[in-house]
């Protein structure tokens, strides 16, 4: 990347760990998902770059654009671009965006299963959890729906696709994708045990956060 970009560094090598992590974890498969981080206050984003491998992220894999969707510098960003700059332009409070395709989660939602949180950590990380239909990859009905339902809430799934996590830094937005796809497995365990109700108690959300 060119000096401009350089500025990134940081923020970059928090893409890479967690983009390696993802894959490993089985969040993502070959070049699926995509990350990316802007700066609080910032109209700039980085991306990564179209058909990256999240495990195999060097420096010169990312795109830096704007939110009018421009690219100012680096590769070609992911196809899917337009998810995270009309996210970031529907929720100006976050600074990081984690698109993911774990597989529990888009089985569950396939099948019209309703992805129950059981955990402390699942109702302190992902409390409310939206859903979208299904929409080609990379197209503004994709981006809009996406962002509109990021309103009021950091975690969504879209409909045989994957899942979109928001936070404030890269961690804790991998750290939502992570408890949404956990929620999606114990929901999934659940279901093979003929259990279609337990989740986490309603009268003590309230106290389900960490301290
Ligand atoms: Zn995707």
Redesign the pocket.
Known sequence: MTLRAKVWTAALEDLTRVGAHAVAAGLALAS??NLSVRRAGSPEFVVTGRGTFLDRLAPDSFALMNLDGETLDGVDPSS?WKLHQRTYLARPDITAIV?L?PQHVVLLDALGKRIRQLTLDHVAYVPVINRIPFYP?GSDELADAAADASIGCDCVVLGN??CSTLSTSMDDAYRKAQNLESAAIATYRMLLLGDETTEFPRELRATAIHR
Do not use: A
């Open positions: 699926g998902g899917e698109h395709h990859n696709h994957g």
